[in-house]
C-alpha cells in the first residue's frame, strides 16, 4: 500500500538517534582514554554542588487485580490532560511550576557545556548539506521532490515539468509548499502527508503547529498558489486522493487522541462523509492507495491483526469492499499487481510472513494462493507492486536484501551488497508500469547512495550520493558486526561504530543504543550525530535485541508479553560483551534510547546500574503499569497485544511490575539520568519522565545527577525544526562525554580559547 508521509500512531518513533539522516564528516580526534573510575570530573563535581529541586509528595494507594501500589507522583498528570494536548497553556500552575523548576536545574547542570554543545551543534550542522535536495520523482509530465533552502528549517516541496519523450527537465521549478513560509511565527511545525493531485492542478497537506499530532488538512491550487479548503483540523495527517482529483478520503482522531474514522470530502470542503468508523479501541485506522492506485485502501489494525477494505478509486462515491475479516494473530498487507493482488502476511502459521495472491475480482482469504512460500527464520519484510514485477524486502539474521521477481517468466534475482553491516531502503515512486525501481544503500560509515535499478537489464545507475560539506571519509571509521551471547544461550547481533584511532582495549567510553520494541527494527545506517562521539573516542554500538524483528518476526514474539524482560536482558548481555571484547569496560558505558526505548533503558539501569556511567532516556515509556491501566490514554488499549492488560489480568500486571522502570527505582547507586519530554506528546505524555525523574532522584542512594529536559512547546518528536532538533542532540551528546568523563578537558580548552 502507497503511505507516503504516514503518521503511525505508536511509542515507535525512535527520537535523537533516527532523527537526522543526512550526511556526516570527521572532525580532528579528541582522544580521552581515562574511565570515568579513574577521571576526576570537575564538572560532574560543580554539578552536585547545586540545589535539585525536590517534588512535592502527594501519595495515592492504587488497588488493582489484587496488587496495591502507592504512588506519591500521580498528581503530575493534569485531570484535563486532553486539553493539554491541544491547548499548552492551560496546563495546572502547580504542574507547570515543577517543570519549570526541572528545566532551570538542567541548565544550571549543563550550563558549563554550552560552549561544548554549541560546538557540537556546528559540527552536525556541518556535516548536512543545507541546500539539499531529494532525488525528484517522476509522475506524467512533472518530476515531484522536496528540498531544502541554505538556512531553511523546514522542506519545500517542489515540481518541474520534463521532457515525456526523454525524461529531463523542461522547466522551471514550481514551489508547491514552502515550509519555512508555512511556520511563519510558529514554534513547532510537522507535515503529515502531502500529495499532489492525480491532473496535478491541486496540492493536499497535512500540518501540526502544537506537536499534538493533530492535523489540519489544506487545499491549495497550484496554478494560483491560492488555498482554496481547509477540510479539518482533527486529522491525524493522513489521506489521499481518488482519481478524479475531486475527492479526498482522509483519517480523525478523537479526543484520546485515536484514528478512528475514515471521512470522504471534496477539495473544494463543504460536508464530510463518514466512510468507516472503527468501534474497537484496540484498532487503529489508516488510508492510503495500491501500488497501481488504483484503488483506495483502508487499514484497520491492532498489533497482532488487522483488516483492509478497498474501494476503486475511479468511483470516489463507492462502497469500501472488505478482502479478509479480522482474524486473532493474522496480519496482512496488500500490494496490487496487474491482474491480482499479492498480501504479505502471517496466516497459516507463516511466523515470518509469506507471500500470497488473489484475484482482484475475489480477493477474499479462500482464494488465498501462496506465491513466495514462508522460510523459517527469513522476514518477508515489504513487498512492492509493478506492472510486470513483484520486489520484496527481506531480512536474515539482522541483514536485510532485495529481491526482484519476473511475472512473466517467474526467475527472481537478488540485489548484492558486501559490507559487514549495512542498511537498505526501497520506493517505486508514483509510476507504476516501469522497469525502474529506486532502493538507497547506507552503512554506519558510508553515506546514503540512491540508485535507480533497471530490473530488466539489472544495471544500477547512481542517481545521488549523500554530500557531506565538511568532508567525510568512511575509513577514518571501522564498523563491526559482533554476536553477544544472551542469558539464555541466544545470540544478540551488535552493530559497532568507532574512529580508527580508538583504542579498543577497554579503555574508551560506549554509547548503546537500543529499542526492542513493536518489531522495530533499528537499521545499521548512516546517521551524522554519533561521528560527533567517534570522533572524541568514544564507541557507538548498537543492540538489536529481542522485540525487534532483526532475527525474524520469532524474535519480536521473543521480547514481548510474558516474554518482555528478554529484551531488556539481551541490552544488558550486549553491555557485557562489548566490555569482554575490549571496546569499553563495565562502568563506562551510557545507555541512550527513546520513546519505548526509553523504557528499555530505564529498566536495563534497573536490572545493572552499575554497568553503565550514565542514561539518556528520551521521551521514555517508563510508567508502564499507570499507561497500560488506563484506558482514555491513545495508546492504551491498541497496546494491550504488545504488554498485556493490567487491568484484567493479574499475571498481566505480574509481569509488567517486574520490569516497570518507575516501579522498580530502588534505594542503591544509579548511574547519571538524563530524561526528556515533551509537554504536547500523546504518545507518551509528559507525565511519565517528569515522575521518573522524581522518583528516582528520592530513591537513589548516591549523588549522581537526575535531570529532567520538558520541551513545553514540542511533542513526541521534540523540536520540530531541521537544526532546532539537533540542539538537543548536542545536549545528549554533552551529557553522556560530562558523564563519561571526555567533556571536561574539552570544556577546558573551549574556555582557554
Given at each position: 500500500?502507497?503511505?507516503?508521509?504516514?503518521?503511525?500512531?505508536?511509542?515507535?518513533?525512535?527520537?535523537?538517534?533516527?532523527?537526522?539522516?543526512?550526511?556526516?564528516?570527521?572532525?580532528?580526534?579528541?582522544?580521552?582514554?581515562?574511565?570515568?573510575?579513574?577521571?576526576?570530573?570537575?564538572?560532574?563535581?560543580?554539578?552536585?554542588?547545586?540545589?535539585?529541586?525536590?517534588?512535592?509528595?502527594?501519595?495515592?494507594?492504587?488497588?488493582?487485580?489484587?496488587?496495591?501500589?502507592?504512588?506519591?507522583?500521580?498528581?503530575?498528570?493534569?485531570?484535563?490532560?486532553?486539553?493539554?494536548?491541544?491547548?499548552?497553556?492551560?496546563?495546572?500552575?502547580?504542574?507547570?511550576?515543577?517543570?519549570?523548576?526541572?528545566?532551570?536545574?538542567?541548565?544550571?547542570?549543563?550550563?558549563?557545556?554550552?560552549?561544548?554543545?554549541?560546538?557540537?551543534?556546528?559540527?552536525?550542522?556541518?556535516?548536512?548539506?543545507?541546500?539539499?535536495?531529494?532525488?525528484?520523482?517522476?509522475?506524467?509530465?512533472?518530476?515531484?521532490?522536496?528540498?531544502?533552502?541554505?538556512?531553511?528549517?523546514?522542506?519545500?516541496?517542489?515540481?518541474?515539468?520534463?521532457?515525456?519523450?526523454?525524461?529531463?527537465?523542461?522547466?522551471?521549478?514550481?514551489?508547491?509548499?514552502?515550509?519555512?513560509?508555512?511556520?511563519?511565527?510558529?514554534?513547532?511545525?510537522?507535515?503529515?502527508?502531502?500529495?499532489?493531485?492525480?491532473?496535478?492542478?491541486?496540492?493536499?497537506?497535512?500540518?501540526?503547529?502544537?506537536?499534538?499530532?493533530?492535523?489540519?488538512?489544506?487545499?491549495?491550487?497550484?496554478?494560483?498558489?491560492?488555498?482554496?479548503?481547509?477540510?479539518?483540523?482533527?486529522?491525524?495527517?493522513?489521506?489521499?486522493?481518488?482519481?478524479?482529483?475531486?475527492?479526498?478520503?482522509?483519517?480523525?482522531?478523537?479526543?484520546?487522541?485515536?484514528?478512528?474514522?475514515?471521512?470522504?470530502?471534496?477539495?473544494?470542503?463543504?460536508?464530510?462523509?463518514?466512510?468507516?468508523?472503527?468501534?474497537?479501541?484496540?484498532?487503529?485506522?489508516?488510508?492510503?492507495?495500491?501500488?497501481?492506485?488504483?484503488?483506495?485502501?483502508?487499514?484497520?489494525?491492532?498489533?497482532?491483526?488487522?483488516?483492509?477494505?478497498?474501494?476503486?478509486?475511479?468511483?470516489?462515491?463507492?462502497?469500501?469492499?472488505?478482502?479478509?475479516?479480522?482474524?486473532?494473530?493474522?496480519?496482512?498487507?496488500?500490494?496490487?499487481?496487474?491482474?491480482?493482488?499479492?498480501?504479505?502476511?502471517?496466516?497459516?502459521?507463516?511466523?515470518?510472513?509469506?507471500?500470497?495472491?488473489?484475484?482482484?475480482?475475489?480477493?477474499?482469504?479462500?482464494?488465498?494462493?501462496?506465491?513466495?512460500?514462508?522460510?523459517?527464520?527469513?522476514?518477508?519484510?515489504?513487498?512492492?507492486?509493478?506492472?510486470?514485477?513483484?520486489?520484496?524486502?527481506?531480512?536474515?539474521?539482522?541483514?536485510?536484501?532485495?529481491?526482484?521477481?519476473?511475472?512473466?517468466?517467474?526467475?527472481?534475482?537478488?540485489?548484492?551488497?558486501?559490507?559487514?553491516?549495512?542498511?537498505?531502503?526501497?520506493?517505486?515512486?508514483?509510476?507504476?508500469?516501469?522497469?525502474?525501481?529506486?532502493?538507497?544503500?547506507?552503512?554506519?560509515?558510508?553515506?546514503?547512495?540512491?540508485?535507480?535499478?533497471?530490473?530488466?537489464?539489472?544495471?544500477?545507475?547512481?542517481?545521488?550520493?549523500?554530500?557531506?560539506?565538511?568532508?567525510?571519509?568512511?575509513?577514518?571509521?571501522?564498523?563491526?558486526?559482533?554476536?553477544?551471547?544472551?542469558?539464555?544461550?541466544?545470540?544478540?547481533?551488535?552493530?559497532?561504530?568507532?574512529?580508527?584511532?580508538?583504542?579498543?582495549?577497554?579503555?574508551?567510553?560506549?554509547?548503546?543504543?537500543?529499542?526492542?520494541?513493536?518489531?522495530?527494527?533499528?537499521?545499521?545506517?548512516?546517521?551524522?550525530?554519533?561521528?560527533?562521539?567517534?570522533?572524541?573516542?568514544?564507541?557507538?554500538?548498537?543492540?538489536?535485541?529481542r522485540g525487534s524483528m532483526a532475527r525474524g518476526y520469532?524474535?519480536?514474539?521473543?521480547?514481548?508479553?510474558?516474554?518482555?524482560?528478554?529484551?531488556?536482558?539481551?541490552?544488558?548481555?550486549?553491555?557485557?560483551?562489548?566490555?569482554?571484547?575490549?571496546?569499553?569496560?563495565?562502568g563506562n558505558i551510557v545507555a541512550y534510547g527513546g520513546?519505548?526505548?526509553?523504557?528499555?533503558?530505564?529498566?536495563?539501569?534497573?536490572?545493572?546500574?552499575?554497568?553503565?556511567?550514565?542514561?539518556?532516556?528520551?521521551?521514555?515509556?517508563?510508567?508502564?503499569?499507570?499507561?497500560?491501566?488506563?484506558?482514555?490514554?491513545?495508546?492504551?488499549?491498541?497496546?494491550?497485544?504488545?504488554?498485556?492488560?493490567?487491568?484484567?489480568?493479574?499475571?498481566?500486571?505480574?509481569?509488567?511490575?517486574?520490569?516497570?522502570?518507575?516501579?522498580?527505582?530502588?534505594?542503591?547507586?544509579?548511574?547519571?539520568?538524563?530524561?526528556?519530554?515533551?509537554?504536547?506528546?500523546?504518545?507518551?505524555?509528559?507525565?511519565?519522565?517528569?515522575?521518573?525523574?522524581?522518583?528516582?532522584?528520592?530513591?537513589?542512594?548516591?549523588?549522581?545527577?537526575?535531570?529532567?529536559?520538558?520541551?513545553?512547546?514540542?511533542?513526541?518528536?521534540?523540536?520540530?525544526?531541521?537544526?532546532?532538533?539537533?540542539?538537543?542532540?548536542?545536549?545528549?551528546?554533552?551529557?553522556?562525554?560530562?558523564?563519561?568523563?571526555?567533556?571536561?578537558?574539552?570544556?577546558?580548552?573551549?574556555?582557554?580559547?
Open positions: 500500500m502507497k503511505h507516503r508521509l504516514s503518521t503511525t500512531m505508536l511509542r515507535g518513533v525512535v527520537t535523537g538517534f533516527a532523527a537526522v539522516t543526512l550526511a556526516a564528516c570527521s572532525q580532528e580526534t579528541s582522544m580521552n582514554s581515562e574511565t570515568p573510575q579513574t577521571a576526576s570530573s570537575a564538572l560532574i563535581e560543580r554539578a552536585r554542588g547545586l540545589e535539585a529541586p525536590q517534588v512535592e509528595q502527594r501519595p495515592v494507594t492504587i488497588e488493582q487485580v489484587g496488587f496495591t501500589r502507592v504512588d506519591e507522583f500521580q498528581w503530575i498528570k493534569d485531570e484535563n490532560w486532553q486539553q493539554v494536548m491541544r491547548e499548552p497553556e492551560a496546563l495546572q500552575e502547580d504542574i507547570r511550576a515543577v517543570l519549570d523548576a526541572e528545566n532551570s536545574y538542567l541548565d544550571a547542570v549543563m550550563e558549563p557545556t554550552e560552549a561544548l554543545q554549541e560546538r557540537i551543534f556546528q559540527e552536525i550542522r556541518g556535516r548536512i548539506k543545507e541546500d539539499d535536495s531529494s532525488v525528484p520523482q517522476p509522475h506524467g509530465n512533472y518530476e515531484y521532490f522536496t528540498r531544502y533552502r541554505e538556512g531553511g528549517q523546514y522542506p519545500v516541496f517542489s515540481r518541474r515539468p520534463i521532457d515525456p519523450e526523454t525524461g529531463e527537465p523542461a522547466g522551471e521549478e514550481e514551489i508547491l509548499i514552502d515550509g519555512d513560509a508555512e511556520a511563519g511565527d510558529f514554534d513547532y511545525l510537522d507535515f503529515g502527508n502531502v500529495e499532489h493531485s492525480p491532473n496535478h492542478e491541486f496540492v493536499a497537506y497535512a500540518v501540526d503547529t502544537r506537536g499534538s499530532e493533530y492535523y489540519e488538512i489544506i487545499i491549495r491550487e497550484v496554478a494560483t498558489g491560492a488555498v482554496i479548503a481547509t477540510l479539518t483540523d482533527e486529522s491525524t495527517g493522513d489521506f489521499v486522493w481518488a482519481n478524479d482529483s475531486s475527492t479526498l478520503y482522509w483519517v480523525w482522531r478523537d479526543d484520546n487522541g485515536r484514528s478512528k474514522r475514515v471521512y470522504r470530502q471534496n477539495r473544494n470542503g463543504g460536508t464530510s462523509e463518514l466512510i468507516y468508523d472503527e468501534e474497537d479501541p484496540g484498532f487503529f485506522v489508516s488510508v492510503g492507495s495500491s501500488d497501481g492506485e488504483n484503488y483506495i485502501v483502508i487499514n484497520a489494525g491492532g498489533h497482532t491483526s488487522n483488516e483492509i477494505r478497498v474501494i476503486d478509486a475511479a468511483d470516489p462515491a463507492g462502497e469500501p469492499t472488505l478482502i479478509a475479516a479480522r482474524e486473532e494473530g493474522v496480519e496482512y498487507y496488500l500490494t496490487e499487481a496487474t491482474d491480482r493482488f499479492y498480501f504479505r502476511t502471517n496466516a497459516d502459521g507463516a511466523v515470518d510472513f509469506k507471500i500470497v495472491s488473489a484475484p482482484l475480482d475475489n480477493p477474499g482469504r479462500e482464494n488465498w494462493e501462496d506465491f513466495v512460500a514462508h522460510r523459517p527464520g527469513v522476514l518477508v519484510n515489504g513487498v512492492i507492486g509493478f506492472e510486470d514485477w513483484l520486489v520484496r524486502s527481506e531480512r536474515e539474521n539482522a541483514l536485510p536484501r532485495i529481491v526482484v521477481h519476473e511475472y512473466a517468466t517467474g526467475e527472481e534475482h537478488e540485489i548484492a551488497f558486501e559490507e559487514e553491516a549495512y542498511s537498505l531502503g526501497m520506493s517505486g515512486g508514483y509510476e507504476f508500469a516501469v522497469d525502474r525501481l529506486r532502493f538507497s544503500y547506507e552503512s554506519p560509515s558510508t553515506p546514503e547512495e540512491t540508485y535507480d535499478y533497471n530490473m530488466r537489464s539489472r544495471e544500477r545507475v547512481l542517481r545521488k550520493r549523500q554530500e557531506v560539506p565538511s568532508g567525510h571519509n568512511p575509513d577514518d571509521y571501522v564498523v563491526r558486526r559482533i554476536m553477544a551471547p544472551g542469558h539464555d544461550g541466544v545470540e544478540i547481533p551488535v552493530t559497532i561504530l568507532h574512529h580508527r584511532d580508538t583504542p579498543i582495549d577497554g579503555s574508551a567510553p560506549l554509547m548503546l543504543y537500543g529499542y526492542g520494541s513493536y518489531g522495530i527494527t533499528i537499521p545499521a545506517s548512516f546517521r551524522v550525530t554519533p561521528l560527533s562521539l567517534a570522533d572524541r573516542g568514544m564507541v557507538y554500538a548498537i543492540a538489536h535485541i520469532q524474535w519480536y514474539l521473543d521480547g514481548k508479553l510474558e516474554l518482555k524482560m528478554n529484551t531488556f536482558r539481551d541490552f544488558v548481555s550486549a553491555g557485557e560483551a562489548l566490555a569482554a571484547e575490549g571496546y569499553t569496560s563495565r520513546s519505548a526505548g526509553g523504557l528499555l533503558v530505564g529498566a536495563a539501569v534497573n536490572l545493572q546500574p552499575d554497568l553503565f556511567a550514565g542514561a539518556i532516556a528520551a521521551v521514555p515509556f517508563v510508567d508502564v503499569i499507570n499507561t497500560m491501566s488506563d484506558a482514555e490514554l491513545p495508546l492504551t488499549p491498541p497496546e494491550w497485544p504488545e504488554w498485556g492488560n493490567p487491568i484484567e489480568s493479574a499475571e498481566d500486571y505480574q509481569t509488567m511490575i517486574e520490569y516497570s522502570p518507575y516501579d522498580q527505582i530502588t534505594e542503591t547507586a544509579y548511574p547519571h539520568i538524563l530524561a526528556t519530554g515533551g509537554l504536547t506528546d500523546p504518545r507518551v505524555t509528559y507525565w511519565e519522565p517528569t515522575k521518573y525523574v522524581a522518583r528516582m532522584r528520592d530513591r537513589r542512594t548516591d549523588d549522581g545527577l537526575t535531570l529532567l529536559k520538558m520541551n513545553m512547546g514540542a511533542g513526541h518528536g521534540g523540536a520540530s525544526g531541521r537544526f532546532d532538533s539537533l540542539r538537543e542532540t548536542a545536549l545528549n551528546w554533552a551529557f553522556a562525554l560530562m558523564v563519561t568523563g571526555l567533556a571536561d578537558g574539552e570544556v577546558e580548552d573551549i574556555a582557554a580559547e
